[in-house]
């Protein structure tokens, strides 16, 4: 499978934990975005990477959350003392940019239940 | 900042018949339309996008229309199929991807 895979698919925690997630991008694009997606609602932007480097970040992104991808590749988010509010579905995207507006392929997700 | 509003939240209508779902945009700079298709826990997929520059774009059964003036944009599907059930988002941006505000979503139920 050569699209945009994310790890776990599923994951159920206790409050107060801290959780991680990781997305490979399709293997040549040099851009990545999470976003977070609850029921009912379209996905909210969270952070995008050029290559290694994390260029936005949404206010909704508080400081419990963490994202890093360090050589440009897969990234890694974290969520740190997990509450109720952050189970979502946190889905991950790439795209290829070349100065023009290019398509971003979303991965499966990754479903947080927080208990 | 930029808000994006989907009506309606669901459409329910009978197979071969036509879908319009109409979104609505605040922020005059956008200049990307995508909407995307997102079938029960699967992942969102870009069906069709249109830029500012253009009023029309359609792919066989797909179609997207979009009003600059009124800052309104419209995704319509003739002839629907059961295989067209599914959540449709529209979204806007100005330009790239990262900027992508996303509509509440449509449940689109198609009856055979």
């Known amino acids: 499978d050569t699209g945009v895979s994310q790890d776990p698919r599923h994951k159920i925690t206790k409050r107060g934990q801290n959780v991680t997630f990781r997305c490979d991008p399709i293997?040549?694009?040099?851009?990545l975005y999470w976003y977070r997606q609850t029921l009912g609602q379209g996905p909210e932007f969270l952070t995008y990477f050029q290559n290694e480097a994390q260029l936005e970040k949404s206010r909704l992104l508080s400081d419990r959350f963490s994202a890093e991808r360090p050589k440009g590749s897969f990234s890694t988010l974290e969520i740190q003392r997990t509450e109720q509010g952050d189970s979502a579905m946190y889905l991950c995207?790439?795209?290829?940019?070349?100065?023009?507006?290019?398509?971003?392929?979303f991965g499966q997700g990754t479903r947080l239940t927080v208990v | 900042g930029e808000n994006v509003e989907q009506h309606p939240s669901t459409l329910s209508v009978q197979e071969g018949d036509s879908a319009v779902i109409k979104c609505t945009y605040s922020d005059s700079a956008s200049n990307y339309f995508p909407w995307y298709k997102q079938e029960l826990g699967k992942r969102p997929q870009l069906i069709i996008d249109i830029r500012s520059n253009v009023g029309e774009k359609k792919d066989q059964r797909i179609a997207v229309t979009l009003n600059k003036t009124a800052k309104h944009f419209s995704l319509h599907i003739t002839e629907t199929q059961p295989e067209d059930s599914a959540v449709y988002f529209c979204?806007?941006?100005?330009?790239?991807?990262?900027?992508?505000?996303w509509g509440a979503g449509t449940k689109l139920i198609i009856k055979p």
């Open positions: 979204a806007a941006s100005k330009g790239s991807n990262y900027q992508l505000i």
């Open positions: 293997s040549e694009h040099n851009r």
């Open positions: 995207a790439s795209s290829l940019e070349t100065g023009g507006l290019t398509e971003a392929f």
